[in-house]
């Protein structure tokens, strides 16, 4: 197997072929399946596949930390700035969809 290296010592970090790494590391996708995060640590190791030049990084499950949830606050700036993005500044309408940056207004009055 080109990309097995547990130890590290080739890679840099212990290297695994796709699909074939321990049970105990994961990658950002899966710790968020899982409503985690890496929480600040350092990738404990990669996954190498496609001659080398795809890397996914690996993170220890012992490690990671709930997922941050947004506050009230950043719930509602969120919103309004999504509406801004469907308001028109022309007819002043909020659309079902974001305005087009292209034209700069919605598609009614462009």
């Known amino acids: 197997m080109v990309f097995y290296d547990p130890t590290g010592e080739r890679y840099g970090l212990p290297t695994y072929p796709f699909k074939l790494a321990p049970g105990d590391l994961l990658t950002r ?16 190791a990669q996954i190498l596949w496609r ?31 999504l509406t801004a993005r469907r ?5 002043r309408q909020v659309k079902p969809y ?8 919605c598609l009614d009055c462009s």
Not at 98 to 105: A, E, F, L, S, V
């Open 29 to 44: 996708r899966q710790l968020r399946a899982r409503d985690l995060r890496p929480g600040g640590q350092d990738p404990a």
């Open 51 to 81: 001659r080398g030049k795809r890397v996914a990084y690996l993170y220890r499950l012992d490690l990671a930390l709930p997922k941050r949830t947004a506050t009230r606050a950043q719930r509602a700036a969120i919103t309004k700035a």
């Open 87 to 91: 308001t028109c500044p022309d007819c």
């Open 98 to 105: 974001y305005i087009p940056r292209r034209t700069g207004t």
